[in-house]
């Protein structure tokens, strides 16, 4: 499966980038410009020389044209950028993972999208793609890591159960990675805006958090 990245060339995008590549993905960063993609995978590879990372670069309208595409913008950009390759994105699973925060001062804010999230807002712009929203909760630089598990749950919301599926079967590769079925994309928006409680967290208590769920037993389905 061929995976691409819009805004690859950014802190999440990158570490997703590189954690899917180290899991067998064929991955494609995206960015504005291929010559700042290719420059960025160059980078990510150097820094795992012995992995073999199946990686290369690209701008956002060849990022868009693998079978899986995910929007790892920041949240302001994110709709206009998936409008700008929309029709590449019709008919495919578009996964978006920004969240709509601020910092003020030391205090992080969530920030609710006319649409009432980033997601819904992507969907909006694409409506003929099939976008999910995940990967919110997942730290960059836990991702980024391929010397270790990421320990982390994800959330996946979507109203469309062909991108749903898909998302979760991606996600459930990443080492160290759950993937439950959150509902409608109505849902992303405090999964969207949860992320900033544990941004918090982070700064209050020095570390990087992720989440567990208790109580849900896949292998019971």
């Known amino acids: 499966m061929r995976i691409g990245i819009l805004g690859g060339t950014g802190p999440a995008g990158g570490a997703l980038a590189v954690r899917l ?43 868009a044209s693998c079978e899986v595409v995910v929007v790892a913008t920041p949240w302001d950009a994110a709709a206009t950028t998936a409008a700008s390759v929309a029709g590449e994105l019709a008919g495919k699973v578009a996964i978006c993972m920004a969240n709509a ?16 999230s980033v997601a819904a ?22 991702l980024g890591d391929l010397n270790q598990p990421v320990d982390s749950d994800v959330l996946v919301c979507s109203d469309h159960p062909e991108a749903t ?25 405090p999964v969207e805006a949860f992320t900033a409680v544990l941004l918090q967290l982070n700064v209050r208590y020095k570390t990087r958090v992720a989440v567990r769920f208790t109580g849900l037993d896949l292998e019971g389905g």
């Open 101 to 116: 925060l601020v910092k003020m001062g030391r205090e992080f804010q969530p920030l609710i999208p006319s649409r009432g």
């Open 165 to 189: 599926d898909t998302t979760m079967e991606i996600v459930a590769r990443l080492p160290g990675v759950r993937a439950f079925d959150a509902g409608p994309l109505s849902s992303a928006s």
């Open 21 to 63: 590549a180290s899991e067998g993905f064929d991955t494609v960063v995206g960015s504005r410009s291929a010559e700042r993609a290719a420059e960025v995978c160059d980078r990510l590879k150097g820094e795992w020389p012995d992995r073999g990372l199946p990686l290369s670069g690209a701008d956002n309208n060849g990022a």
């Open 121 to 142: 807002s992507v969907q909006s712009a694409v409506p003929r793609a099939l976008v999910s929203a995940a990967l919110h909760h997942v730290p960059a630089h836990d």
